[in-house]
């Protein structure tokens, strides 16, 4: 496996200023994510708060969108291992977000007034109405909305902002090692020195001529961060090429549509009837589906590098359909949804980093696949959470496995069309000379990278 410094593949790429870009956009981002931590607890209009969360939303897409772009251009066959481990950690985050915010949230009133003792004692009882999505008559509770506000959350946003501080101070250190910051550029001495940087640009005897003009190409098709912008990229591209890249996005539009949508509505659909559920044993419900979210991202490590991503995603897409007919079929059983909730975070887990790999992969990492998929995905997990909400409140709560086993049937169907394109899409040509420009690195027969 490949082991190139960032650095060196980015200047052996000839994509010095990509670089520069990147890590430019990638300190603004993370650095606005601290701030905006550091503002949402002073935040008291909810006008204020929407535009100070829509910061924050477009910090994360940047982050996101720049992270995986970049760990595709810089490994490229080997890519799959190092975005399985990156979204390991995305996961990981996400499980320990809530667990940071746990012990500054209270069950009682947070606004003292001289009825707040029986607001207290009446929160368990609203909480209770509201869950149904047809909530009865709360005229008759006594919650206070005016009085002096006491509450501890504004630390847990505050030690989040914290917490993601080193993240904006590295990317800038890195900047600096690289002479990238224009005040300090005369000051610093690279990561690498000349004498490494031939050492890890001098081609190997595995790093043959092919492979040499394959990134050649990869750094074409990336030169900058709006390069997939630019019509060139599209000039005499075949049906095909379109067409994985749209296939690509709609399979994770559906996958992790229903990341968003399962996560968001499992506790609903497990306090209703027929389950009725236990409020407190519910709430363990998102907390599972996430935890094996990120042990499997965990597993998908090692198992990425020997498994092609083809076969990951088509293990994963069938088994999220499986997981949801299996539900449905044992909708009455609380055991099973435990266990159904386990199984499909396990399935969703990977789809993403695999499904990426596996796209750039038919596109000899010449296409704009990273950014689409990416976009498609955000898509998909803020569409099919409106959609599902809004169903259940018209159908009811069985809707909710409905909708997830025809999303999931959706997934494995637009894989398939996939699958086709990628049969469809131009293969290598073997008459062109090995140093010739124009030839793409040898693939097999499934169009995975010979290792």
Known sequence: MSTHSPGAAFLRDGSQDALAQSLFALFASSL?????????????NVVVLAVVMAVAGLAMGCIDTISNMQLVKIYQKDSAVFLQALHFFVGFGALLSPLI????LSDTNCILSNSTANASSNLPHIRKSLVPHHPGNLSHYDLPMK????????????????????????????????????????????????????????????????????????????????????????????????????????????????????????????????????????????????????LGRLISIPVSYRMKPATMVFINVVGVLITFLLLLIFSYSVVFLFVGTASLGLFLSSTFPSMLAYTEDILQYRGCATTVLVTGAGIGEMVLQLLVGSIIHDRGSYSFLVCGMIFGGLAFTFYAFLLFFHRMYPKPSADLDDASPDKPAITDDTGQYQR
């Open 32 to 44: 606005a994510i601290s701030l905006v931590f550091a503002i949402i607890p002073l935040c008291h």
């Open 147 to 294: 009085g002096m506000v006491v509450t501890r959350v504004s630390y847990a946003f505050w030690i989040m902002a914290l917490i993601n501080l080193p993240v904006p101070i590295a990317v800038f250190f890195l900047l600096y090692k690289e002479r990238m910051v224009p005040c300090f550029n005369s000051s610093s001495h690279p990561l690498l020195s000349a004498d490494e940087l031939a050492m890890e640009t001098r081609p190997t005897e595995k790093d043959d001529l092919s492979a040499a003009a394959q990134r050649a190409q990869a750094a074409g098709g990336h030169d900058d961060l709006f390069s997939c912008c630019q019509s060139k990229n599209f000039r005499g591209a075949s049906y095909t090429y379109f067409a994985v890249h749209i296939t690509g996005a709609l399979v994770l539009f559906m996958t992790d549509g229903i990341v968003g949508e399962y996560s968001g509505f499992i506790y609903s659909y497990a306090v209703e009837e027929p389950l009725s559920v236990v409020h407190k044993v519910a709430g363990y419900l998102p907390s599972l589906f996430w935890a094996f979210i990120t």
């Open 101 to 104: 915010a746990d012990p500054f």
